[in-house]
């Protein structure tokens, strides 16, 4: 544990480990992060626009003709991603990476097919149905499948897309929609406001004929910062921000500049690194309201937060105590910033219970965390964590954005190195993670090897 251990950290086991490190590391194969724990996180850290409203941001510039700009874009591999997406439907996409500027230049003529080879890389490649199907009466895009966070349905973007009047069929694995009529308003309710349906029919019915109602949507800051943008452009909404979403379709919208609301998952990571490490980190570029519960249940855990002019900042100096944490749309706990919790607590002083409520799989991470020692137990969508006094390092695999990063975490306070791999999908998401960890104090740098699965503690 950082905050008792005097933050050396360096334990027996862990220096054979590193010394036989040496031999194994190779300039080829998986990237994976190699973390000596036990330091405190100390100094600020800025935060970029967030993945999950930028891709949005990326696809619906499709629903006009001309060039968009969006600033604050994250330097992560979904974007690169994404950009290879809409490229590939026909559009220019210039990234000035280190401006964390994108500007992506729109034809008049657009293709009609987001393919399997992308699509399967990103889930996230679905939000180009929404404007295809307006903008062109016709999108084939690939099914992406289910991934490591559990199965992830379709069927309320299907169902709404249908209540407006497209024909949806599926052949040959991909969804092939049709509204050659041009769309139509309708009155739409959602058995649950998801995120990614919300975004499709917002999307959709912006340059659909008359009104649709989108009743029980979602309201995340992400789905905000869309439909601000699309307002910006000159579609008419109402009830931004509400369950309620009200659209009067238009003939045609035209190209903005717009910047991308700052990732509040990312600044939610920060928060609870500086938690678990006993740290002091001031979280800049960030909108500490856009993490009420998250920073309060911190608070709980003994954390003092400050809200900043710009941010927020999360000071610990002693063991964090165990708190019990349930994921919901928001403005509920963010089923994102789940999996870090859950290696807090691994930490804490106590036992707390988490309950997820959003993604079946996503638990999946835990048997990592348990490989450094963590006792969590998983019954359902519930998981019992007691805190253990220390974590020890060990070689652990991330399967996902957050549950890698909450292994990096874990890593930072445990005892030992800890070598977290398949880092490609914390790279999906956090931009900068280990110039920024390196800046704030913490011992990491990011290796590859061959054959992780030789990894040895
Ligand atoms: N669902 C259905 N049918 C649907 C739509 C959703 O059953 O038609 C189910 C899903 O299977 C899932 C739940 O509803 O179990 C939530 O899905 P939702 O549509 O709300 O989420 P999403 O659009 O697939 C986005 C984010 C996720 C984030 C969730 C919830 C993006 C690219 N992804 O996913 O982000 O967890 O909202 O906030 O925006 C991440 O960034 O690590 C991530 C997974």
Redesign the pocket.
Known sequence: MVCDSGNSGNSDGMASQDSSWGSMRQTLGVDAFRITGGKPLLGEVRVSGA??SV??LMALSLLTQGRTQITSVPDILDVSIMSRLVTRLGARVEWERAEGILSIDVPEELEQRADYDLVRQM??SISVLGPLIARLGVADIALPGGDA??????????AGLERMGAKVTSQHGYLLASAPERLKGASIWLD??????T?TLLMASVLAEGTTIIDNA?R?P?IVDISHMLQEMGAQIDGVGTSTLIVDGVDELRPVTHETVSDR?VAGTWAVAAAMTCGDVSVRNANPHHLDIALDKLASAGAEVTHLPDGFRVRMEDRPRAVGIVTL??PGF???LQPQFIAMNAIAYGTAMVTEN???SRFKFVNELVRLGADVRTEAHHAIITGRESLSGAPVESH???AGASLVLAGLAAQGITTVTHVNHIDR?YANFVPDLQSLGADIERVSIVDPARVSG
Do not use: C, Q, W
């Not at 966070?149 to 299907?158: A, E, N, Q």
């Not at 649950?192 to 349906?197: E, K, N």
């Open positions: 993945k999950n891709l949005k889930r996230a966070i559990g199965s992830r349905g379709l069927d309320m973007h299907l649950f406001p998801s995120v990614g349906a975004e979602a995340e992400e998952i749309p928001y963010a089923t994102d959003l993604f079946e996902d954005i957050r998401g």
